[in-house]
């Protein structure tokens, strides 16, 4: 088992930034991938960001390149999603995962946070 704790959401204005965290505790060498995703009130949970744990490679959603930024602190166990020019449409709950592969599925995961809100107000 993988356990993800999420920290950092709150309430922000337009354009401006927040930084979330993610610690995983417990077998995490199961978990070559981390990633974050969102879900907004009525709508399905969609890919954010994620990180290959063993090399540093990171990938992302269209609709967040050049805002977002991921990384990792390996001796921490902990991934972190640096928001910037934050958008109300970013408004949603974001969630931690991991999984064995880099892929931008939910069902591709296989351990999940319990998430963390984030509301950008306009």
């Known amino acids: 088992q993988v356990q993800l704790v999420e920290s950092g959401g709150g309430l922000v204005e337009t354009g401006g930034s927040l930084r979330l965290s993610c610690t995983a505790s417990?077998?995490?060498?199961?978990?070559?991938?981390i990633a974050w995703f969102r879900q907004a009130p009525g709508k399905e949970r969609e890919f954010v960001a994620g990180i290959i744990w063993s090399i540093g490679q990171p990938y992302y959603a269209d609709s967040v390149k050049g805002r977002f930024t991921i990384s990792r602190d390996n001796a921490k166990n902990t991934v972190f999603l640096q928001m910037s020019s934050l958008k109300p449409e970013d408004t949603a709950v974001y969630y931690c995962?991991?999984?064995?592969?880099?892929?931008?599925?939910?069902?591709?995961?296989?351990?999940w946070g319990k998430g963390t809100l984030v509301t950008v107000s306009s």
């Open positions: 417990g077998r995490t060498f199961s978990a070559n991938t």
């Open positions: 995962a991991a999984g064995p592969y880099a892929t931008v599925a939910t069902a591709g995961m296989n351990y």
